[in-house]
């Protein structure tokens, strides 16, 4: 059905099958699209993308990422960060994305370089898109041994990051380490986003000591778990019991095919295991699942668009989600992982929109065509090259 939307102070203010612009109006002509909530993007590493030419994963798996970016940190600068990062932002925002959520490095090697330069690029990108910040923190985080680390942390979260992350299955006591960061969260009054259980070794099962500690605590800010690759690999009843405290603690869960596709599974030459979440047993629990990149041409990923309806093709095609439901974990449910208000075009909503040269939402996740006009805080910041716009 074609409609006419309007909207005032960044909100959608009416859709009507017809609306007759006022003075000063700026009139863009869809040219017959479908459009929909705005893309979001709620887990990329915005100071590693584009290194894939220069910083080489030797053994193509999660520890060959580490390693390799951790021999590069020294020739690594401040503006170099900055740049690869912006151009990353301004290709997301050129397909559709207004809401960004970005992990950081925060490490004794390179102390808060990555923090400076994203704070920086968060503000020259203010006008196209929402960019939240992520403190990495390095490993360990708990006890005497992790002071060094949470004490980073405090410093990004001061100097301007959103959130507080970390790697807790990556740490010396997974568990220790949920705790360590569940209450330096709490401390610094942030919300906490935690890269979980990124293997495929059935043993790694912190997800759900972290959902245990969060009801336990009654911890009152919102908690993201990232990856939870080990879910996937649990028997039936493991993943039924812990999706069903993970929705009961309200843990958003953000599944990353692109990254997780490419590092999990490479000791598995048979029947390769997909490296992916249990979507289907979150899903059916009530849990919020959101998917992202992750990753973009890194060593940790060596490919990807920065386009997240290539993100909702792959979830249809790893975890058997229709169209509308893949749409909606880069849609709706990553804006809800990233706390951010529903977007759409319907009156009320955030008016952070995407329009796109597709018949339907299939259509748009097939094709993934180019030519999008896209809308932030209700006003066009990209794709306006094949479309009228005018103003009045």
């Given at each position: 059905m074609r409609v006419d939307l309007r909207t005032e102070a960044g909100l959608v203010a009416s859709v009507a099958a017809s609306i007759l612009p006022t003075p000063g109006d700026v009139v863009v002509d869809g040219a017959g699209g479908l459009c929909f909530a705005a893309l979001a993007e709620p887990h990329a590493h915005l100071d590693k993308a584009f290194l894939a030419g220069r910083v080489v994963n030797r053994t193509g798996d999660l520890e060959g990422a580490i390693t390799a970016m951790m021999e590069a940190h020294p020739d690594i600068t401040t503006d170099d960060v900055a740049a690869r990062a912006e151009r990353a932002v301004r290709r997301m925002v050129a397909n559709g994305v207004t809401a960004i959520r970005s992990h950081v490095d925060v490490t004794a090697a390179n102390d808060l370089r990555g923090v400076e330069a994203l704070v920086e690029v968060r503000r020259r990108v203010a006008d196209l898109c929402t960019l939240q910040l992520v403190a990495l923190v390095e490993?360990?985080?708990?006890?005497?041994?992790?002071?060094?680390?949470?004490?980073?942390?405090?410093?990004?979260?001061?100097?301007?990051?959103?959130?507080?992350?970390?790697?807790?299955?990556?740490?010396?006591?997974?568990?220790?380490?949920?705790?360590?960061?569940?209450?330096?969260?709490?401390?610094?009054?942030?919300?906490?986003d935690l890269h979980c259980d990124e293997t495929l070794d059935p043993h790694a099962q912190s997800l759900e000591h972290l959902a245990e500690e969060v009801l336990r605590r009654a911890h009152p800010r919102p908690v993201t778990a990232s990856h939870c690759v080990s879910l996937g690999v649990q028997d039936d009843a493991t993943q039924e019991r812990v999706a069903a405290r993970v929705a009961e603690a309200g843990i958003g869960v953000i599944a990353l095919p692109h990254t997780n596709l490419f590092l999990q599974g490479r000791d598995h030459q048979r029947a390769m295991p997909r490296g992916l979440t249990a979507v289907r047993a979150?899903?059916?629990?009530?849990?919020?699942?959101?998917?992202?990149?992750?990753?973009?041409?890194?060593?940790?990923?060596?490919?990807?668009?920065?386009?997240?309806?290539?993100?909702?093709?792959?979830?249809?095609?790893?975890?058997?989600?229709?169209?509308?439901?893949?749409?909606?974990?880069?849609?709706?449910?990553?804006?809800?992982?990233?706390?951010?208000?529903?977007?759409?075009?319907?009156?009320?909503?955030?008016?952070?929109?995407?329009v796109v040269p597709a018949s339907d939402v299939r259509a748009a996740i097939a094709d993934q065509p180019a030519d999008r006009i896209v809308v932030h805080a209700g006003r066009v910041v990209a794709g306006t090259d094949g479309a009228t716009v005018v103003r009045r």
């Open positions: 490993w360990p985080v708990a006890g005497p041994e992790g002071a060094a680390s949470r004490a980073r942390a405090t410093r990004a979260i001061e100097a301007g990051v959103d959130v507080l992350g970390g790697c807790p299955h990556l740490d010396t006591d997974a568990r220790a380490a949920n705790t360590a960061l569940l209450d330096l969260a709490a401390e610094l009054g942030v919300p906490l979150l899903r059916r629990a009530g849990a919020t699942v959101a998917a992202g990149a992750d990753n973009l041409q890194d060593p940790f990923n060596p490919v990807g668009r920065a386009d997240p309806l290539e993100t909702a093709a792959l979830m249809v095609m790893t975890t058997h989600l229709l169209p509308d439901e893949a749409l909606a974990t880069v849609t709706a449910a990553s804006r809800t992982v990233m706390s951010l208000p529903p977007a759409g075009p319907s009156v009320g909503s955030a008016a952070d929109l995407v």
